[in-house]
């Protein structure tokens, strides 16, 4: 069973920087595609980005293409979500998820198989 915690939220000012944390557990790690996606109030969540464990492939909404990064840490089996310039429309439940199916390209809200609990951001000045 994979297991996956967030972690790292909070309050920034825009402009502000940000790193979320995606602790997994479980599985087979070396096949899982990781996303990170948000979920603003009265919206529907939305995919931020999306790679491949291996990390061969990566893919970003144009939102936030050249502002955020995703990255890992094998040792840690986390995965990170590095935000710049972050603006206040960005605020956001930011989720993981993880598949052990798919591709980082094709990954959306419908086929991730186990979510984290979600960590809060909030910018504003």
């Known amino acids: 069973q994979v297991q996956v915690v967030e972690s790292g939220g909070g309050w920034v000012q825009p402009g502000g920087s940000l790193r979320l944390s995606c602790a997994i557990s479980g599985g087979s790690l070396d096949s899982l595609i990781v996303g990170w996606f948000r979920q603003a109030p009265g919206k529907e969540r939305e995919r931020v980005g999306a790679?491949?464990?291996?990390?061969?492939?990566?893919y970003y909404a144009d939102s936030v293409k050249g502002r955020f990064t995703i990255s890992r840490d094998n040792a840690k089996n986390t995965v990170y979500l590095g935000m710049n310039d972050l603006k206040p429309e960005e605020t956001a439940v930011y989720f993981c998820?993880?598949?052990?199916?798919?591709?980082?390209?094709?990954?959306?809200?419908?086929?991730?198989?186990?979510w984290g609990q979600g960590t809060q951001v909030t910018v504003s000045s």
């Open positions: 998820g993880v598949s052990r199916l798919g591709s980082a390209l094709a990954m959306s809200v419908q086929n991730v198989e186990y």
């Open positions: 790679s491949s464990w291996a990390g061969k492939n990566t």
